[in-house]
C-alpha cells in the first residue's frame, strides 16, 4: 500500500481542476477540464465524480489509498450542510446538494467550502503563508474575494458569511456596488474595476495610450493598464495608484480587523508583482496608525491558480486530521 | 467548602473594580476603589492585591476557594506575557509585568486581557450576547473599543492587537485621527467626537439650544446631544444622525469580516437606548448589502459598567476550564 493521498476539487465558472495531493502538499497529479456550467448541476456532478475515478485510475491506487474529497465552489453555499445556494448568472444551480451527491458518487468522505476559502487555505498550508497562523487572503478579480485564517482555520462566521472582505465600506457614501451598498472596497481595488474606471475617464475625454487598445475594439484588462502605467501612461498610472492606496486602506482595516501576520494578494492584478506590492507597502505605512508597528507581512501569492485545488485537498486533510471524516 | 469561585479585577483610568463570581457568572461580592493611577504602578498593584485580600476574606473563604484571577486593564498590553505596556499619559506604568505582580502578591493563577476584549467577554458570558458563540462589543466611550468572539473565545490576532475596530478606515481621506490615519470610524462615531463636532459646528457660528451650556463654561457630553436631538434641535439632531448613520457603517464592516450572530453596542452612547439602537439599525439595513440576510443583531449592551469585572471573572473561569491555569 503507498502513501496516503487526499483528493482536491476546485470547481469554477470556466474550469474544473482535480488533484491528488500527499499530506506535506505535494501533488501527485493533476488534471482539468472545461466546467461548462450551463449544461446545469446534474452533468457538472457526473463530470467531477468521472475526474476522481479518472484521477484514482492514472495513480494506480485503490480508493483506500485516498483519505477523502475537498471541493472549493463558487457561493453562496453552506459549508455545514454541504449546499450550493446558487451561482452567479447560472439557472439549474438552485440549492444543490453538492456534498452527498459526490459522496454518493464516489464513496469518498466530502467537504465543501467556498473557492475564496479554499484558495486562502491553499496558500495558508502550501504557499506564501506556509508556517503562519493567522493569515488573510485577498484575491483581486472581477471582485475582491477573500479568507481568513486564524489558528490554522478556516473563519466562517454565525451565517457562513464570514471574509467577504471585498464589501468592507472604506469610502462611506461612495461608488455604489452591485452587492447594493456604496464604497465598497472591490469598487476602487479590484481588477475588473481598474479597468472600468479607465475607461470611464477615457469616455469622459481624458487622453491616455490604453485609448488605441478601445478604438480597435480590443480587451482592456489589469495588465493593459500595468504595462501602459509602467510605461508612463499619466491616466493609466493615475487609476493604477487610486487602486494600490485603496488596497492598503484594506490592508490597515484587516490589520485592525484581524491582525494577521500575513497578508496575501493574488488573483489578476497581484501579477503585477513588485509594481503592486511595493506601493500598497509604502501606502499601507503611510496612511496606516503609528501606534505600534503590528502591520502584516504583505505578500503575493506563491501558488497563483493552483492554490485552489491544492486548498481543496488541503481542506480534506484537515478534515481528516481533526476527526470530522470520522 | 463552598462554592468555587473566581475573582475579577478591572483596572480603569479611574476606578479599580473587584469581584468574586461564581462559575455561573452570579456576583458574590463586588469593591469599588479609586485607582488614583499617577501613584505609579507599584501602589496601585498593592491596592489591588489588597482587594483581593479584603473580597475573599469578606465572604469568609480561604484562598483555596477561589479558582484564580481575571484582570482587564487598558492596553497596549500583551494577554501572552502578561504584561501592561503603556498607559496613556500615565508615567511609572511602562513594562509592569502585571500578572507575575498579581501572581506573587495573592498566590492566585492569574490571567490578563485588555480592557475592551475582558468587557466584551462580560456580554458573551452573561449579558446581551448570552448563549451566543459568535460575538462583537462596540464601546462608545472617547474612542470606540472592541472586542471579537469567535466560537466563544477571544480573538487576539499575531500581534495581539486584533479587533481594534475603531480604527477601521471608512471614509478614506477623512477626518484626521489621533492614531495618525484618517477616516477611522471613531472619529465620527464615538461618545467623544460626537460632541466635539458639535461644539466645532456652533463655534464656526451654527446656532443650537447647546451653545447655551457651552456659555455657562457647562460641559457637553453624550447625554445632553441626545437630549438636545430628541427635543428637535437641528444642529444636535443632524450631528446624532450622522454618528448613527457612521456606526451603522461599522456595523456593516463588522458583518463582513467576522459575520457574527450578535454585535453589542456598550458605552457611554449606548445609554441613549432605543434613540440609538432603532436608527443603527435601519442605517445598517438601509446601507447594508442585499445579496443575502446575514445582518448580527445590533444589541445594546446589558451589563453596562459591569462587563468589565464580570468578564475579568469570566477569563479566569475560561483559563480555568481550558486548562490554562493548570
Chains 1, 2 share one sequence.
Not at 465600506?169 to 447594493?180: D, E, F, K, M, S
Not at 487609476?239 to 486602506?249: P, S, T
Not at 506590492?277 to 503575493?300: F, M, N, T
Amino acid at each position: 500500500m503507498g502513501e496516503k493521498l487526499a483528493l482536491g476539487l476546485d470547481l469554477g465558472g470556466t474550469n474544473i481542476t482535480g488533484a491528488l495531493a500527499t499530506s506535506e502538499g505535494k501533488i501527485a497529479a493533476i488534471t482539468r477540464r472545461k466546467t461548462q456550467a450551463s449544461r446545469g448541476s446534474g452533468p457538472v456532478i457526473e463530470d467531477m465524480a468521472e475526474m476522481v475515478e479518472h484521477l484514482i485510475a492514472s495513480q494506480g491506487i485503490s480508493r483506500d489509498d485516498v483519505i477523502g474529497l475537498g471541493v472549493g465552489a463558487p457561493g453562496p453555499l453552506s459549508h455545514r450542510d454541504g449546499i450550493i445556494f446558487k451561482m452567479a448568472n447560472l439557472p439549474g444551480w438552485t440549492n444543490v446538494r453538492l456534498r452527498r451527491a459526490l459522496l454518493e458518487r464516489t464513496g469518498l468522505p466530502t467537504i465543501l467550502d467556498n473557492d475564496a476559502n479554499v484558495a486562502a487555505f491553499g496558500e495558508f498550508w502550501m504557499g506564501a503563508g506556509k508556517g503562519v497562523r493567522q493569515m488573510v487572503a485577498l484575491t483581486l478579480g472581477t471582485g475582491i474575494g477573500s479568507g481568513v485564517i486564524i489558528d490554522g482555520e478556516i473563519l466562517r462566521g454565525h451565517f457562513e458569511n464570514a471574509a467577504e472582505l471585498g464589501h468592507l465600506i472604506v469610502h462611506a457614501r461612495g461608488r455604489p456596488c452591485t452587492c447594493g451598498q456604496r464604497g465598497c472596497l472591490e469598487q476602487y481595488a479590484s481588477a475588473a474595476n481598474l479597468t472600468r474606471h479607465c475607461v470611464e475617464l477615457i469616455r469622459e475625454g481624458r487622453e491616455s495610450s490604453l485609448s488605441a487598445i478601445l478604438e480597435k475594439g480590443g480587451e482592456l484588462g489589469a495588465k493593459e493598464v500595468v504595462e501602459a502605467a509602467k510605461e508612463g501612461d499619466p491616466l493609466a498610472a493615475e487609476v493604477w495608484d487610486e487602486a494600490c492606496y485603496f488596497l492598503a486602506i484594506g490592508c490597515i482595516n484587516v490589520q485592525h480587523s484581524f491582525n494577521p501576520q500575513m497578508l496575501v494578494l493574488s488573483g489578476g492584478m497581484s501579477k503585477a508583482g513588485d509594481f503592486l506590492l511595493s506601493r500598497v507597502r509604502r501606502y499601507a505605512r503611510e496612511h496606516g496608525w503609528k501606534l505600534c508597528d503590528d502591520q502584516p507581512e504583505i505578500s503575493i501569492s506563491v501558488l497563483g491558480d493552483d492554490a485552489g485545488v491544492l486548498g481543496a485537498a488541503g481542506i480534506a486533510w484537515a478534515a481528516r486530521n481533526s476527526g470530522v471524516f470520522g
